[in-house]
């Protein structure tokens, strides 16, 4: 009988994460001050900025698997590319949501088809398709491929409505969602509890993402046996 | 100044609350990989003897 | 392999005259309901693109599902490379919105009553956006070629791809019927033909894998 190894009950970064995460979180609301004469409510810009970024994150590693997955043909690319994808999706709707309560505190109306928010809509419609795509097809290997064409070309799209489409459309319509996306008036302390809410949700997002891959690779497994 | 602090309680529990959920998703994995394991070892060695 | 595909279509005569016939009953249909109203340009735009979006879809999920369904598609993938195999597609699909345009464009400019101040602005723009929307759509179509359920998937997934695509060329064109000159309107031209490129680029390296799944 081989030994039980005993599993460990808590990883040192599992609690980096979860105090990184909490500190963040109470520097947002109790140590930064208000800001830009919005109102307390746009601390919520600590959330949604780095729940964004995420998103793209997840997508460009989704994206990232499934060229894993084409070139080693290796399912268990398909597996993270799906878990990344998952994440991603998920994420975006966090994002439209927590857009759509900053947006409504600041201009009053809770959507406005600015370029940012357009971009996120549509994001939103292309990785569903990704999740209508895969359950078009049964065959696990040609699924993984399909589904992995299509995740890259839908990342093609992501430099497009991130950089061109709010810059091209703001000749029309200068938003100061495009500004504030970025840095419109916050001072040191902001910029760093923003760096650490980025970092933080960024290992919080390696870590489901893993999560996410081992799970579906022992649902695969396991079901094949 | 409460009413901050109020809320930030408020958000943290919700953060630990999808802490712990995640984490103990980790820990059953983990747990559920090693006896995975375990048993194509000894699944192994039970062919071994079979063939032997 | 473009020959081909031309000669085919021909024969199937019924296959180009479903999308003529998709995009008249289309344009009848906003035309009717907007009746005598006079739109902003915005609005002749959109309806513009969204007539040939939907239009193009109809001929476009197509492109692939015939080789697949008569079994050809085997002895293609046995003579000829895949990069020509779907070069042959795209150029086939370009000219088929090329004919589309012509048929519909001129069409929609005289129902709807649109004044179009520099006609060759509006050209460029319109074959940059075709470009672009057959581009995406012909690698869409080969993907859906090997799943279940190919007609509502193609909508699915090529349409939100191709939104950036669409946004872009409703601004564009929204100018042009404004009666903006070049320099205004370069910089979306140049974001068109960027996507594009960026679109069929990708669609040629993909297409293998697809095409051997």
């Known amino acids: 009988m081989p030994a039980e190894k005993r599993v460990p009950a808590v990883l040192w970064w599992q609690v980096l994460i979860g105090i990184w995460i909490a500190v963040v979180i109470w520097a947002a609301f109790n140590w930064i001050p208000q800001t830009m004469n919005l109102g307390e409510t746009s601390r919520i810009a600590w959330f949604h900025i780095p729940v964004a970024w995420i998103c793209v994150l997840a997508f460009g590693t989704a994206m990232v698997c499934s060229i894993g997955y084409l070139r080693s043909r290796r399912l268990v690319w398909d597996d993270r590319a799906v878990a990344a994808a998952e994440i991603g999706l998920l994420f975006a709707i966090l994002a439209t949501i927590s857009g759509a309560m900053w947006a409504k505190r600041a201009w009053g109306v809770f959507w406005n088809w600015d370029p940012r928010e357009s971009s996120i809509i549509i994001l939103l419609l292309i990785y569903g398709a990704y999740f209508a795509l895969r359950a078009a097809v049964d065959d696990p290997e040609r699924r993984a491929a399909l589904a992995g064409v299509y995740n890259i070309l839908a990342f093609i799209t992501v430099p497009y409505l991130i950089f061109v489409v709010p810059r091209i459309m703001a000749s029309l319509h200068p938003d100061p969602i495009i500004n504030t996306g970025g840095e419109g008036g916050m001072d040191a302390n902001m910029r760093m509890v923003l760096f650490a809410g980025l970092i933080g949700q960024t290992m919080f997002f390696f870590w489901i993402f893993n999560l996410g891959t081992r799970l579906r690779r022992l649902a695969r497994e396991v079901l094949h046996e | ?52 | 392999m473009l020959k081909k595909d031309l000669l085919t279509e021909i024969r199937v005569a019924a296959a180009s005259t479903a999308i003529g016939m998709f995009a008249l009953v289309t344009l009848t249909v906003v035309s009717y309901a907007v009746g005598s109203a006079s739109l902003e340009p915005v609005v002749e735009a959109s309806l513009l693109w969204i007539v040939l979006f939907f239009s193009s879809s109809v001929g476009l999920s197509r492109t692939f599902v015939k080789e697949e369904e008569t079994k050809t598609a085997v002895a293609l993938r046995l003579t000829a490379q895949p990069s020509v195999v779907f070069g042959g597609k795209l150029i086939f699909n370009c000219v088929l919105m090329l004919l589309l345009a012509t048929l519909l464009v001129p069409l929609y400019l005289v129902f709807m009553t649109v004044s179009v101040p520099s006609p060759l602005l509006f050209l460029a723009v319109l074959c940059v956006g075709l470009l672009g929307l057959a581009g995406g759509s012909t690698i869409i179509a080969a993907i859906i070629s090997k799943a279940r359920v190919k007609g509502p998937l193609f909508g699915v997934l090529s349409f939100p791809v191709l939104l950036p695509l669409l946004m872009l060329l409703v601004r564009s064109t929204t100018l042009v019927f404004e009666g903006s000159n070049w320099s205004q309107v370069s910089s979306y031209i140049l974001g068109l033909v960027g996507f594009a490129g960026a679109m069929i680029t990708a669609s040629f390296l993909l297409f293998d894998s697809v095409w051997e799944s």
Do not use: N
């Open chain 2, 1 to 52: 100044m409460s009413d901050l602090v109020y809320a930030s309680i408020v958000i943290l529990i919700i953060w630990a609350g999808i802490f712990f959920w995640v984490f103990r998703l980790d820990r059953r994995l983990r747990r559920l990989e090693r006896a995975l394991t375990a048993r194509s070892e000894q699944g192994a060695t039970m062919a071994d003897d079979q063939s032997g």
